[in-house]
């Protein structure tokens, strides 16, 4: 018993991945299969460095314990691991290394941002500091929070369940890597200036100690910025 | 299969079995493979490690197993918190002070904000001083449990972590129900403390601290006598008391080695001198001793808060100087003066005098410096962090040199460093 | 005979200044002073109390090794103890302090000693002859404002990639967030080769690594000996 194919599906060019064509009831099933073990014991890969780490760490541990997800084995090898918690702020020097890891890892694979600084630079507006890591990988799901609590770090790999769930093997491109783009930003450049300009109260907040006034701007480099 | 065992001396004291001679390891005999002398190869561990504590990069010059150098490269987690700190006013530096050692973030709210105080020459209130103390033994407790934890994994006994996360997730609830927030605490203001203690938040302490000394019982037993763990640490990243006081070492680092220097003994700050407690100092300067040195300190520190909770005076928290302090959220709302001086203190920020000072408190890595230097103005000019675990590190590779690869991870954990202070 | 630098330093510091010359009479306050200023004399340039009761002493930067030198090797002084050395850049042209805070362990004293560097000639002398601390501590000096040490075993950057272009991020010219637009910073970021991330002196143990016998280095070649046992991990 072969597959079932649809009616005129045949003449389309055949696309890249396991099942061309649009989902049927087979296939439908399958990927509940592959879902659910792709779901339910996710290994982490930790790129934990700063406070956020000691968060993460909270939640492997005892008492918000991520072993109830199958998550319990962190592995340290980007080889042997499927979701990337990127916890605590990446600097510039950090940069290409959280790249290569993410290229590392095998597919599928996703990746959570997990607290302020991940997300978006957080209070460090500096620098030295990547403004949000979305704009080095891809990223799946954002945790808000500084630090967030374990169990937001919990709701966050429950989003991530719930995309995997969504997903499907009929749709390669979710899980399709353009190799041009290994060791590359994951953002165009104009993207990036965009998204990393400042915002809200950053744009007060570059006021060196004048000795008087609260309006003069001492250095006048940081005006525009 | 035959093996031969071959008694090699690696630098330390063989361990003695149980008929009273030295246990005999099997190793890889050196002399019969004569063109393997002399390579070295080179070994990167980390940035991204589980076991270096952070994001430390370890370059290593291994011959065979032996580390013959050691060069660490740091750097991979500067976020620039002292220049962040020139633009920030001086109560909203405490918020980044939390970042900095966030395995003990309230000792370095308290440090700063004493820095601060000293350079305006505000007392604070006695209720003030003693809160402060409070918690910074209960940090130097939640620190050294942290640290318990990953050196125990690091070295194998993974039990030990869950059992010392468990302690800290008491010590977490502690947080969160006088500050609200688990790790970032930012609990101190310029001139007090962000709020009072709750209700029945001292018997949740004394509870703790009741509680507390079983589990470190416990960890003892499965530790301190074990022959793994001390074939692991004793002998391994000897540091002499003149190398370790030459490098700058403090802390338990330093006192493992034999001096006994600490802070809160040498120049006492906040009444630590009317305080009954003992300073742990080690005698070989090794792994084993600083882990000995951290675990009395433990106990120390629970003697210390005990005897604090006990003389917790009642009173104010913050002080009346209305330079600095808030007025009360109700006085702002139906007051128009209260309103201004609140908008005052927050738009613009308090006023430091011109001039700067230095404020050194223990902190359960080291000797943490805070040096503010104020122009006059709602901002620092400078605000230098003298980090504990900046400069431990740096005796790292006179410590690691001649010992095998799995060693430089013990030392390395041995050290008890957090990037976020060493890269600033 | 006192060369006073008073009128190069508009620092707006205050504090309570002990005049160079008067310290005859007047104690200043704290032994090492007296001991420094009767030694060193005009090398002395200032001398002020911080915060109550902290003692500063500002020196001529040409001796700080000599003087650094004989504060911790001097028994009656022995400040064996380098607890801090950073800098501190007031902005508006005005010159860099290197300030070294030293602590004696046997007499429990305290003092800062500070050196002025104008601008246009940011070079002192290494100290870390004296004390091994110095030694990551004036890297980060070095990185963070640009001040040479001269003497030095191994200067380079610390804290920022070794091939940071933006300048010396502490100085009060270098704006927040940097020179370079985010793009262009992460671009730089990402561009890093392996020859970038390994410092000379590493990638000399490889290339020593392969010079050492003639034979073949590559894939690590094992011994085939069947004595072979494991190794003394525990």
């Known amino acids: 018993m072969g597959l079932i194919q649809l009616k005129g599906r045949q003449e389309r060019a055949v696309q890249p991945g396991i099942f061309p064509g649009g989902p049927a009831w087979l296939t439908t099933k399958l990927d509940f299969v592959v879902n659910w073990a792709r779901r339910n014991s996710l290994w982490p890969m930790p790129f934990g460095t700063a406070c956020c780490a000691i968060e993460m760490m909270a939640a492997a541990a005892s008492k918000y314990d991520i072993a109830r997800f199958g998550m319990e084995r962190m592995s340290f090898s980007p080889r042997q691991a499927d979701l990337l918690i990127c916890a605590g702020r990446v600097t510039y020097k950090m940069a290409p290394v959280l790249r290569r890891i993410w290229d590392q890892m095998p597919q599928p694979k996703w990746a959570i941002a997990m607290g302020a600084c991940a997300s978006s630079g957080g209070v460090f507006d500096v620098y030295s500091m990547v403004q949000g890591i979305d704009t080095i990988i891809p990223v799946d799901v954002y945790v808000p929070g500084c630090p967030p609590r374990p169990e937001g770090l919990i709701y966050g790999i429950l989003l991530v369940h719930e995309k995997i769930r969504g997903e499907s093997l009929t749709r390669p491109e979710l899980r399709a890597e353009d190799p041009e783009r290994v060791g590359k930003a994951n953002k165009l450049p104009e993207v990036i200036d965009q998204v990393a300009l400042p915002f809200g109260n950053s744009t007060s907040q570059n006021r060196v100690s004048g000795l008087v006034s609260t309006a003069a701007v001492a250095r006048p480099l940081d005006r525009k910025s | ?424 | 005979m006192a060369e006073r630098v008073e009128e190069a330093r508009e620092t707006p510091v205050e504090g309570e200044a002990v005049g160079v010359g008067e310290g005859a009479a007047t104690g200043s306050g704290h032994p090492s002073v007296d001991a420094l200023r009767e030694r060193f004399g005009s090398a002395i340039l200032h001398h002020e109390v911080q915060a109550g009761d902290e003692h500063v002493v500002f020196i001529v930067p040409e001796r700080n090794v000599e003087i650094l030198g004989w504060l911790k090797d001097e028994p009656t002084q022995a400040y064996d103890f380098l607890k801090d050395l950073t800098a501190v850049d007031y902005g508006g042209g005005r010159p860099l302090q290197v300030v070294y805070q030293l602590w004696s362990m046997a007499h429990r004293r305290e003092l800062r000693v500070k050196a002025e560097l104008p601008l246009d000639a940011l070079e002192i002398d290494s100290v870390v002859g004296l004390w091994a601390a110095a030694d990551w501590l004036e890297r980060e000096v070095y990185d963070m404002f640009g001040i040479r040490f001269r003497g030095h075993p191994d200067l380079r950057r610390i804290l920022m990639p070794d091939n940071y272009e933006e300048g010396h991020p502490l100085r009060k010219d270098f704006p927040l967030r940097g020179r370079f637009s985010r793009a262009e910073q992460t671009r730089r970021a990402l561009a890093v080769s392996v020859e970038d991330v390994y410092i000379p002196q590493e990638l000399e143990i490889v290339a020593i690594g392969s010079r050492q016998d003639g034979t073949d280095q590559s894939a690590g070649a094992l011994p085939s000996t069947p004595e072979r046992a494991g190794g003394s991990e525990a």
Request: glycine share 8%; net charge negative; proline share 6%.
């Open chain 2, 1 to 424: 299969m035959k093996t031969r065992t071959v008694e090699y001396v690696v630098g330390r004291n063989p361990e003695l079995g149980m008929d009273g001679r030295p246990v005999q390891v099997p190793v890889f005999p050196v002399g019969v493979e004569p063109e393997l002398q002399g390579e070295r190869m080179l070994i990167n561990i980390g940035p991204q490690h589980p076991a270096t504590h952070g994001v430390l990069r370890l370059v290593l010059e291994l011959d065979g197993e032996t580390v013959v150098r050691c060069i660490p490269h740091i750097g991979y987690l500067h976020s620039s918190f002292e220049k962040l700190g020139e633009y920030r006013t001086w109560n909203q530096i405490v918020p980044l002070t939390d970042r900095m050692d966030y395995l003990a973030p309230l000792i370095y709210n308290c440090a700063y904000a004493m820095a601060v105080e000293k350079l305006m020459g505000i007392e604070v209130t006695e209720r003030c001083k003693v809160v402060r103390v409070i918690c910074m033994e209960l940090d130097r407790i939640f620190s050294h449990l942290l640290w318990l934890g990953t050196t125990a994994m690091d070295i194998g006994a993974t039990t030990v972590f869950l059992y010392a996360f468990q302690e800290r997730e008491r010590i977490y609830s502690l947080h969160e129900s006088f500050t609200g927030a688990r790790i970032t605490t930012s609990a101190t203001r310029i001139g007090g403390m962000l709020a009072d203690l709750p209700e029945g938040w001292t018997d949740q302490l004394r509870h703790f601290l009741d509680t507390f000394p079983e589990t470190l019982d416990e960890i003892e037993t499965l530790l301190t006598n074990n022959q793994i763990w001390i074939g692991r640490t004793k002998d391994v990243g000897v540091i002499s008391a003149e190398d370790a006081i030459n490098m700058g070492l403090t802390g338990p680092n330093l006192r493992a080695s034999g001096v006994p220097y600490d802070v809160r003994k040498d120049r006492p700050y906040y009444d630590y001198d009317t305080y009954d407690f003992d300073v742990p100092v080690g005698e070989h300067g090794d792994c084993y001793d600083r882990y000995l040195v951290r675990m009395e300190e433990m106990r120390q520190s629970v003697r210390i808060l005990k005897q604090a909770l006990d003389r917790l005076p009642d009173g104010p928290i913050n002080v009346d100087d209305p330079r600095v302090i808030l007025p009360p959220k109700a006085d702002v709302m139906s007051d128009m003066e209260s309103m201004i001086h609140h908008f005052k203190v927050v738009m613009e920020g308090i006023k430091a005098p011109p001039g700067e000072s230095w404020f050194s408190v223990e902190s359960s890595k080291g000797e943490l410096g805070m040096y503010v230097v104020s122009d006059g103005g709602s901002k620092p000019v400078r605000w230098r962090v003298r980090g504990p675990s900046f400069i431990n590190l740096s005796a790292l590779p006179k410590m690691v040199e001649g010992h095998l690869l799995s060693d430089v991870i013990a030392i390395n954990a041995s050290l008890d460093i957090v990037l976020g202070e060493i890269d600033r």
